[in-house]
């Protein structure tokens, strides 16, 4: 019944992808630079599909597993989306469905179907900041974190990246003081992000460890988040994504909750 | 338990040993959910639950649950029709004996693009209450839920066709059980119960209830309806509205024949809630008009018509912790007319019952530990029942979730108050699979 805590929030991390590259003089503008990682990261295609699975590791090599497949439609580019998560393990989250509706700037619109109950259940916005389905991922790292939530600095440009500190604009809001990403010049993907705490150590990074080109969008295959203070990390992957797959608004209702659409979610 | 370690079922247990095989996604092929593949799920559970003092009426009154208890389910699709079947078997060591229980068994298909069909035995809810229920006049069971079994048995299952339609600014589903699905109500055996009729607690052989059920004719079948959309009435949050019907009978057989034998009178309803965002919380409200047998309210053996009420709050109040709050009220209509009628009865429900509730979730550790608080509180009954909880899970397969399920109140025959003597202590260790 508490499957609900377990998972928390939205995946979102289905479109971590790019529009088409140029090779182009660097950039200057810090906030530009942030935006057009946004779009890449969370905003490939209209809409988009992929299967996903994680590894949760903690301290102590205690391995758990979670996989589910996620759908995703965009009503505006950077704007509002949809998200459909449909678990497939563990055995007790199994059938349990997830939908969002993200809306940048105001709380989320949050539900989730408990198949033993035949439930719908709304839930609140919760903290963007605590643990997704029991991983290390926090809901912020896969839903996106609002870029007007931080102020950002390019601290550098190297040959390969555009290195960016965000500083909070309300730190009592969130548990980081600043945080340093590392952003793929030519796809504009981040590829490395490290979080520093009040003393500023070092206490938590997100990488990608691998990438792909679908469709014309560069896409995250792999990624891991690593609790640098525990031990602890979560590797995720990606299987099966596509883009631009014609969904409806409609697929993002009540009816997808009780009836997940099979015309999407297989492959 | 004699019975219940004599029928251990071992097959089960075997069934249920995890694949500690690879400490990696290794191999494991992501086509795992191989739709032409039929999987098997399921868990195996050992649950034991103990009453925290005597009850005197019952003859065998130590253990409230006591059962080993697996679950098999599967599904599957031929086309586009899902098919989906969950079955436990458990041996019972409180009621005694090999027991059965088809939980879920259906076909799932769409007749047109906006026109969906579920048949078959299937468990249903709609409604906004948390565990308080208005509109949702689906069966429920209370044995299940009051002896501490995971919170989805307090779902009981019905054999039901449900036709959903979606529309463009709303959606009505129809559901048909050509049988009346009553609740698993207490009757007197693992929990005693207060009868109005000799003023004292009673249970099982003599205070059984046994009640009379309607005729299995089309006419007693039950229709149930619900006209449902969202909308953006309040800010940028979409709002959901529904609006409720049901042609059936009371679940619980709460009239009496003038023979004296319980039965279950009819019952109509008509109803609404609304359900949205509200500052950073989910607000809900709920309402129900109950149209019973007794229209004028004047026969003390068939309920009064009722009108109930719900309002709810739910909010996160830390990182983790999420509490709600619950305030319904039940108004029984034509009361004049039942005073006037009873025969003044010690135990004719206050004109108003008032109940509040409050849930309250933490959970830590990576979300490996949830900690529920769940409580019932009257002020017009002056009675309560609390339903605390904490579930461990050990990794993906393994989690023992402990509880406690405790009944009290000023009065032997209030609505909880009756069950003090039923306050128990439970733990359930699952293996799933």
Same mark, same amino acid.
């Given at each position: !019944?508490?499957?609900?805590?377990?998972?928390?929030?939205?995946?979102?991390?289905?479109?971590?992808?790019?529009?088409?590259?140029?090779?182009?003089?660097?950039?200057?503008?810090?906030?530009?630079?942030?935006?057009?990682?946004?779009?890449?990261?969370?905003?490939?295609?209209?809409?988009?599909?992929?299967?996903?699975? !994680?590894?949760?590791?903690?301290?102590?090599?205690?391995?758990?597993?979670?996989?589910?497949?996620?759908?995703?439609?965009?009503?505006?580019?950077?704007?509002?989306?949809?998200?459909?998560?449909?678990?497939?393990?563990?055995?007790?989250?199994?059938? +349990?469905?997830?939908?969002?509706?993200?809306?940048?700037?105001?709380?989320?619109?949050?539900?989730?179907?408990?198949?033993?109950?035949?439930?719908?259940?709304?839930?609140?916005?919760?903290?963007?900041?605590?643990?997704?389905?029991?991983?290390?991922?926090?809901?912020?790292?896969?839903?996106?974190?609002? +870029?007007?939530?931080?102020?950002?600095?390019?601290?550098? +440009?190297?040959?390969?990246?555009?290195?960016?500190?965000?500083?909070?604009?309300?730190?009592?809001?969130?548990?980081?003081?600043?945080?340093?990403?590392?952003?793929?010049?030519?796809?504009?993907?981040?590829?490395?992000?490290?979080?520093?705490?009040?003393?500023?150590?070092?206490?938590?990074?997100?990488?990608?460890?691998?990438?792909?080109?679908?469709?014309?969008?560069?896409?995250?295959?792999?990624?891991?988040?690593?609790?640098?203070?525990?031990?602890?990390?979560?590797?995720?992957?990606?299987?099966?994504?596509?883009?631009?797959?014609? !969904?409806?608004?409609?697929?993002?209702?009540?009816?997808?909750?009780?009836?997940?659409?099979?015309?999407?979610?297989?492959? | 338990?004699?019975?219940?370690?004599?029928?251990?079922?071992?097959?089960?247990?075997?069934?249920?040993?995890?694949?500690?095989?690879?400490?990696?996604?290794?191999?494991?092929? %992501?086509?795992?959910?191989?739709?032409?593949?039929?999987?098997?799920?399921?868990?195996?559970?050992?649950?034991?639950? %103990?009453?925290?003092?005597?009850?005197?009426?019952?003859?065998?009154?130590?253990?409230?649950?006591?059962?080993?208890?697996?679950?098999?389910?599967?599904?599957?699709?031929?086309?586009?029709?899902?098919?989906?079947?969950?079955?436990?078997?458990?041996?019972?060591?409180?009621?005694?004996?090999?027991?059965?229980?088809? &939980?879920?068994?259906?076909?799932?298909?769409?007749?047109?693009?906006?026109?969906?069909?579920?048949?078959?035995?299937?468990?249903?809810?709609?409604?906004?209450?948390?565990?308080?229920?208005?509109?949702?006049?689906?069966?429920?069971? %209370?044995?299940?839920?009051?002896?501490?079994?995971?919170?989805?048995?307090?779902?009981?299952?019905?054999?039901?066709?449900?036709?959903?339609?979606?529309?463009?600014?709303?959606?009505?589903?129809?559901?048909?059980?050509?049988?009346?699905?009553?609740?698993?109500?207490?009757?007197?055996?693992?929990?005693?119960?207060?009868?109005?009729?000799?003023?004292?607690?009673?249970?099982?052989?003599?205070?059984?209830?046994?009640?009379?059920?309607?005729?299995?004719?089309?006419?007693?079948?039950?229709?149930?309806?619900?006209? *449902?959309?969202?909308?953006?009435?309040?800010?940028?949050?979409?709002?959901?509205?529904?609006?409720?019907?049901?042609?059936?009978?009371?679940?619980?057989?709460?009239?009496?024949?003038?023979?004296?034998?319980?039965?279950?009178? &009819?019952?109509?309803?008509?109803?609404?809630?609304?359900?949205?965002?509200?500052?950073?919380?989910?607000? *809900?409200?709920?309402?129900?008009?109950?149209?019973?047998?007794?229209?004028?309210?004047?026969?003390?053996?068939?309920?009064?018509?009722?009108? &109930?009420?719900?309002?709810?709050?739910?909010?996160?109040?830390?990182?983790?912790?999420?509490?709600?709050?619950?305030?319904?009220?039940? &108004?029984?209509?034509?009361?004049?007319?039942?005073?006037?009628?009873?025969?003044?009865?010690?135990?004719?429900?206050?004109?108003?019952?008032?109940?509040?509730?409050?849930?309250?979730?933490?959970?830590?550790?990576?979300?490996?530990?949830?900690?529920? %608080?769940?409580?019932?509180?009257?002020?017009?009954?002056?009675?309560?029942?609390?339903?605390?909880?904490?579930?461990?899970?050990?990794?993906?397969?393994?989690?023992?979730?402990?509880?406690?399920?405790?009944?009290?109140?000023?009065?032997?025959?209030?609505?909880?108050?009756?069950?003090?003597?039923?306050?128990?202590?439970?733990?359930?260790?699952?293996?799933?699979?």
């Amino acid at each position: !019944m508490r499957k609900f805590n377990l998972i928390k929030a939205l995946l979102a991390v289905v479109s971590l992808s790019t529009a088409g590259t140029l090779q182009a003089a660097d950039l200057q503008d810090a906030d530009a630079i942030v935006e057009r990682a946004n779009l890449v990261s969370y905003y490939a295609g209209d809409d988009g599909r992929s299967e996903a699975r !994680m590894l949760i590791k903690d301290a102590q090599g205690r391995e758990q597993k979670r996989q589910f497949t996620i759908l995703r439609r965009d009503r505006s580019e950077g704007g509002e989306q949809d998200f459909l998560v449909v678990f497939s393990r563990p055995a007790d989250v199994r059938n +349990t469905v997830f939908l969002v509706s993200k809306k940048p700037g105001n709380d989320d619109d949050r539900w989730l179907y408990l198949p033993g109950l035949d439930l719908v259940k709304r839930i609140s916005a919760g903290d963007k900041r605590t643990s997704f389905v029991g991983s290390h991922y926090f809901y912020e790292d896969v839903s996106g974190r609002g +870029t007007e939530e931080d102020s950002h600095v390019l601290l550098e +440009t190297n040959a390969t990246h555009y290195v960016i500190e965000n500083t909070p604009v309300d730190a009592s809001s969130v548990e980081f003081s600043k945080y340093i990403a590392w952003i793929n010049k030519d796809t504009f993907l981040p590829e490395k992000i490290e979080y520093q705490d009040d003393n500023g150590a070092l206490y938590r990074r997100v990488e990608v460890l691998a990438s792909a080109d679908v469709q014309g969008h560069i896409t995250v295959t792999k990624s891991r988040v690593s609790d640098l203070r525990s031990g602890g990390q979560t590797t995720l992957e990606f299987r099966f994504q596509k883009y631009d797959l014609g !969904m409806e608004q409609a697929v993002f209702s009540e009816r997808s909750l009780r009836k997940p659409p099979r015309e999407w979610l297989k492959r | 338990m004699s019975l219940f370690t004599r029928t251990l079922p071992w097959f089960l247990i075997a069934l249920a040993l995890p694949s500690y095989a690879s400490d990696d996604w290794g191999d494991d092929a %992501w086509g795992d959910e191989d739709e032409q593949e039929i999987q098997l799920h399921g868990f195996v559970e050992l649950g034991a639950g %103990w009453r925290t003092s005597d009850d005197r009426v019952l003859a065998d009154d130590d253990m409230t649950l006591g059962e080993l208890r697996g679950r098999i389910e599967s599904e599957t699709y031929l086309g586009d029709t899902r098919y989906s079947g969950k079955f436990d078997l458990y041996a019972d060591g409180v009621d005694g004996g090999l027991q059965m229980n088809l &939980r879920e068994a259906l076909a799932d298909f769409s007749l047109t693009d906006n026109l969906d069909l579920r048949l078959g035995h299937q468990v249903l809810t709609w409604g906004t209450g948390d565990l308080v229920f208005l509109n949702d006049l689906f069966a429920k069971d %209370w044995q299940s839920f009051f002896s501490g079994r995971d919170d989805e048995y307090l779902k009981a299952p019905s054999t039901s066709l449900k036709l959903a339609w979606y529309g463009e600014q709303a959606n009505l589903d129809l559901v048909w059980t050509p049988v009346f699905a009553n609740d698993s109500y207490i009757e007197g055996e693992r929990f005693s119960y207060f009868s109005p009729m000799s003023g004292s607690q009673v249970a099982a052989p003599a205070g059984k209830v046994t009640p009379d059920h309607p005729d299995e004719t089309f006419e007693n079948g039950e229709f149930a309806l619900r006209l *449902h959309g969202t909308a953006q009435l309040f800010g940028q949050s979409s709002t959901e509205w529904a609006v409720y019907g049901y042609r059936g009978f009371w679940k619980q057989p709460n009239a009496v024949s003038v023979q004296g034998r319980a039965y279950f009178s &009819r019952l109509n309803s008509l109803g609404a809630s609304l359900r949205t965002n509200i500052a950073s919380g989910i607000g *809900h409200s709920e309402i129900a008009w109950y149209n019973g047998a007794d229209d004028a309210g004047s026969d003390p053996l068939l309920p009064n018509n009722q009108l &109930r009420f719900l309002l709810g709050y739910e909010q996160e109040l830390l990182p983790k912790l999420t509490m709600g709050l619950q305030y319904y009220s039940e &108004r029984t209509l034509d009361y004049q007319a039942l005073a006037a009628n009873d025969g003044n009865s010690l135990y004719r429900p206050d004109e108003n019952r008032e109940l509040w509730t409050m849930r309250l979730t933490y959970s830590a550790m990576q979300d490996n530990l949830i900690l529920s %608080w769940f409580s019932f509180y009257s002020p017009t009954d002056q009675d309560y029942y609390h339903r605390p909880s904490a579930k461990y899970r050990f990794n993906d397969e393994l989690s023992l979730t402990v509880g406690g399920n405790i009944f009290g109140g000023e009065q032997a025959h209030t609505f909880f108050g009756q069950f003090e003597d039923a306050s128990n202590l439970y733990a359930r260790l699952r293996w799933s699979y």
